[in-house]
């Protein structure tokens, strides 16, 4: 399964979303008005998901900013540090 796929029915599944897979755009802002709508609460969730399911830790809030913009910028660094390792 492709990753941005993989990513975006954790997101579903794990924050109880009410959409399909489809209703997330690869560019989609994850977080404010313009895009889902996930919150702070949300954005703990996500983190732990992907430390659960990918093993991948954040050091810092400014990355944390950065990755969790959207699933393809989540895809992007879970791909980077897969080309790294």
Do not use: C, W, Y
Request: aromatic content about 4%.
């Amino acid at each position: 399964m492709p990753i941005r796929q993989r990513l975006k029915e954790l997101l579903i599944t794990e924050l109880m979303l009410d959409m399909k897979t489809d209703d997330i755009g690869d560019d989609t802002p994850l977080f404010g008005p313009a895009g889902i709508g996930l919150d702070s609460v949300d954005a703990l969730q996500v983190v732990v998901m992907l430390e659960k399911n990918f093993g991948f830790k954040m050091s810092d809030q400014e990355q944390a900013r950065r990755v969790l913009h959207s699933v393809g910028t989540i895809a992007d660094a879970l791909e980077k540090r897969q080309a790294a390792a």
